[in-house]
């Protein structure tokens, strides 16, 4: 019979679990509760028992927790059958066997368990099967072979029988028992003579040690006394040396806290250079931007002066074709600005001591986070930014281009009084002799007293310029709702007072940053009182110009006529109305490309005046900020303090050097290792001082013992003794010897009957023990197969008096041994589980040879948790669970 493979699912604790054997040696490896000893029980199982059937040992091998019945599947040949058997107990029980060779069948219930067991009837002893299946826990017991048939079969081949004992055996037996029990060991008043000589003789050779051994405890007192009084010498030098290295520590502590304390006052040295560096660097660069904004405003202020020159240019070009126009557009919108609020600077420090320094660092850091949390506020509550003042501004400047375009596209009405009498438009007084230019916008009422009342009303607009004008008022009236605020000024104010937070913010952070370095703010503040509350921030913002245009006044005059006269005169008025209109439509040609250059330059200006403006604010902001910032340390007091903080910190930098220089001379490291070098010999010195007292001690109360105990007495006493029991062995031996002589002439006859019959077994269990035990092996085999005793060099031991790995090595290669004497045929695997658990290491070697060389004939399955103990077993496959 040989295993192929074995399945198992649900089984105890596998829950899938598949292994292949092979025809030789397997070895099946792995932790404990993996399932090795689980293969083991599946095969009994399978063997023996109905899927049907609810033994309280099936039902053990459902697993915990699960609602599914175990199952094994064995792959197998026997004879010259090739089946594959399958079952299921507990939950859904089923029976399956295929038979693959020599026909094939497919057979479940009863039916397959009956077909499997008659099919192992007629290829293997089952007896022999069950023999060569060892289970966990039961290697110490010997295999009932003599009911095996497929041995006896083997042993038979002879054909001898067994003699029988005559009564001449029976009496030589009983008198040997007086002397030896069946196992060979002495027995009785002979088992007594031989255990009491030794006895005797080892009290002999005690007494005679212990008179020697008194003059070396004599010898061994006076040496330990002495060994004593230098070891207190050497405590006494250790304690003077400790005490003086201690003191020298305390020094060196002493160097090393003036080095800590000049450390931390350079630290804080540090920082007060790097807060001061870090204002007059913030200063500096405020003063640069200043001065730039002032470069700027200058700049700014050439270009609006230039284009107010070309721009005045223009309008006298137009002037001389109007006589009467004047500049009725002024400069539109305040310019950007955009400022940055300067921050005050921080607390000047003083290192003093380190109270003071982390009262005045807490101040410090209070009175900046203040600073960030009232501009984080001011920041939160503003929403309008510099770009969104750029783009509100931006939009304004549109509007009103768009409506000077309109302006400067509606019909023009010129207007000159001539005489004394008044002259009215839309309620505007020119004055005798006074000219001017009205925008027909809208209706354009025109008084002269007495003689007329004129409306003009102005025509259709360009269509094109009232979208740019609707469009532009339009996007500029939507940012003005976004920003929740009235005019482009208010926006300004806004962002001026939140681009000032936001300055005093950095500020504030990157001071705290510095005044922080890497302590933790929870930590200093543990000592002193929380932050203030929150204060508010305030801003200003400039102010807008307002712009007015004047008119002038004309009127005619009339004289007392004749009818005639007035006739010609109105015909010569009317040819000088005609002369008049050709040249004003002539003029108004020329007027159109002059009022276009003077819209384009007034464009240009308007830019210009708005860039002045921002510049002027930008330039009043940092001004302002500079001014503030002097007031509260001036240029050369920022200096002044950069100077002293340098100053410090090269001063504290010297200490620092000095104490550190001071403390390395002084050598710590090695210091500390004589210390404790000299504090360890102390405590060796006061060990090794107890130690040897107590061993003059000793030796003072063993000399007192012996002294008192009359040593040479019982030695001689002793020697009379020994003397007495040497005779009597002496005696007793030679009836012993003469009594096992005849036992073994008698038993002779019996051994060689019965060789023929248990020689091939006993020469096999031989063979494979002597690789265990070496070659002085041999063993007694019973008539039942079983072995009685196993002899070593010439000493014989009963079995069941053996050592349990003795025992259970002897009791595997008897199975081994049957299973190389069956023919291969009609054997069956080996199955060990857990075994040779006993064995040492150089015989585990021995028996990793056995088991190679039996699986070169037969099946051997080795179940194991400890796979070293097979780690030199050659030809084996390993198989590892998990």
Not at 11 to 28: H, K, L, N, P
Not at 78 to 103: A, C, D, M
Not at 520 to 532: C, F, V
Request: charged fraction near 35%; charge should be negative.
């Amino acid at each position: 019979m040989k295993f192929h493979s074995i399945h198992l699912r649900n089984y105890r604790g596998i829950a899938d679990s598949r292994v292949e054997f092979d025809e030789g040696v397997t070895v099946v490896e792995g932790p404990n509760e993996v399932g090795k000893s689980s293969i083991h029980e599946a095969i009994t199982h399978l063997r023996e028992d109905k899927s049907s059937s609810r033994k309280a040992s099936v039902k053990e091998t459902q697993p915990v927790g699960v609602d599914a019945g175990p199952e094994v599947e064995l792959h197998l040949s026997t004879g010259e059958y090739e089946l594959k058997y399958r079952k299921r107990w507990i939950k859904q029980p089923f029976t399956e066997l295929s038979v693959i060779r020599p026909r094939p069948e497919q057979l479940s219930s009863d039916d397959a368990h009956d077909r499997f067991l008659s099919i192992l009837a007629d290829t293997v002893d089952v007896d022999l099967l069950v023999a060569l299946d060892v289970a966990q826990g039961e290697s110490l017991a010997q295999a009932p072979l003599a009911q095996i048939k497929a041995l006896h079969s083997a042993l038979n081949e002879s054909g001898v029988e067994v003699a029988d004992h005559d009564d001449f055996l029976d009496q030589v037996e009983a008198e040997y028992l007086k002397y030896f029990t069946k196992s060979g060991r002495e027995t009785g008043e002979y088992k007594d003579i031989n255990a009491q000589v030794p006895v005797v003789e080892a009290v002999f050779e005690e007494l005679g040690e212990r008179s020697r051994g008194m003059d070396e405890l004599v010898d061994n007192h006076a040496r330990a006394a002495a060994r004593l009084e230098s070891v207190r010498t050497q405590l006494i030098q250790a304690y003077a040396d400790r005490d003086e290295a201690e003191q020298a520590a305390k020094a060196v502590a002493e160097l090393k806290a003036v080095l800590d304390q000049a450390v931390d006052h350079a630290k804080s040295a540090q920082r007060d250079e790097q807060i001061a560096r870090e204002a007059l660097d913030r200063r500096t660069q405020l003063i640069a931007d200043a001065t730039d904004a002032q470069r700027a405003v200058a700049e700014a202020r050439k270009t609006v002066t230039d284009l107010e020159s070309a721009q005045s240019d223009k309008d006298s070009d137009l002037e001389r074709f109007q006589k009467a126009l004047e500049e009725k557009q002024s400069a539109v919108d305040d310019a950007r600005a955009q400022a940055k609020a300067a921050a005050k600077t921080l607390a000047k420090a003083r290192a003093r001591a380190e109270l003071s320094d982390l009262t005045r660092r807490l101040e410090a850091i209070r009175e900046h986070d203040e600073k960030k949390s009232r501009a984080q506020a001011t920041i939160g509550s503003i929403t309008v930014t510099t770009k969104d003042v750029e783009k509100l501004s931006s939009l304004e400047t549109e509007v009103r281009i768009a409506e000077h375009a309109k302006t400067s596209a509606a019909a023009q009405i010129e207007a000159k009084q001539l005489g004394t009498r008044a002259l009215n438009i839309d309620g505007a007084e020119l004055g005798e002799g006074n000219s001017g230019e009205f925008a027909a916008l809208k209706d354009v009422r025109i008084m002269i007293d007495g003689i007329a009342d004129i409306t003009v009303r102005p025509g259709a607009s360009p269509i094109e310029l009232d979208k740019a004008l609707a469009s532009a008022k339009g996007a500029f009236e939507a940012e003005l709702e976004r920003l929740d605020i009235d005019s482009v000024s208010q926006a300004r104010d806004k962002s001026n007072v939140r681009a000032d937070a936001e300055a005093v913010m950095a500020e504030a952070d990157s001071t705290l940053k510095v005044l922080l370095g890497q302590d933790k703010r929870d930590k200093l503040e543990a000592a002193l009182a929380r932050a203030q509350q929150i204060l508010g921030a305030d801003g200003t913002s400039p102010s807008t110009d307002d712009k007015a245009g004047n008119g002038a006044e004309a009127d005619s005059q009339t004289g007392d006529r004749s009818l005639s006269e007035l006739e010609t005169a109105v015909a010569e008025s009317e040819t000088i109305v005609d002369d008049a209109q050709s040249a004003v439509e002539s003029t108004r040609i020329e007027l159109e490309r002059t009022r276009t250059c003077r819209d384009d330059a007034r464009v240009e200006t308007v830019r210009a005046q708005t860039s002045l403006k921002e510049a002027e604010t930008q330039h009043e902001r940092l001004t302002s900020s500079l001014a503030e910032a002097r007031k509260a340390d001036s240029d050369a007091d920022l200096d002044e303090e950069v100077k002293s903080a340098e100053a410090r910190a090269t001063n504290v930098g010297s200490q620092v050097d000095e104490a550190r220089v001071a403390y390395e001379a002084a050598d710590p490291e090695t210091l500390e290792m004589q210390l404790q070098n000299l504090r360890q010999l102390v405590g060796s010195k006061e060990a090794q001082r107890e130690e040897v007292r107590q061993d003059v001690d000793r030796l003072s109360a063993l000399i007192d013992d012996r002294a008192s105990e009359g040593i040479y007495e019982k030695l001689a006493d002793a020697e009379e003794t020994m003397e007495s029991a040497r005779k009597k062995q002496a005696r007793l031996g030679r009836q012993a010897t003469a009594i096992k002589l005849l036992r073994t002439t008698v038993l002779k006859h019996k051994e060689e009957s019965q060789r023929k019959y248990v020689a091939p077994f006993k020469e096999q269990i031989e063979k494979l023990g002597r690789l265990v035990f070496g070659q002085g092996l041999s063993v007694e085999v019973s008539e039942d197969l079983e072995i009685v005793s196993r002899t070593l060099n010439e000493r014989t031991v009963p079995f069941e008096s053996l050592s349990g790995g003795t025992k259970e090595q002897l009791a595997l290669i008897g199975r081994l041994a049957v299973a190389t004497l069956v023919d291969s045929d009609s054997g069956a695997p080996v199955v060990l589980d857990d075994a040779f658990g006993f064995a040492d290491a150089e015989r585990l070697n021995a028996l990793n040879v056995i088991l190679g060389t039996v699986g070169q004939s037969a099946q051997v399955i080795l179940l194991t948790c400890q796979p070293d103990r097979f780690a030199r077993l050659g030809g084996a496959k390993t198989v590892s669970l998990t």
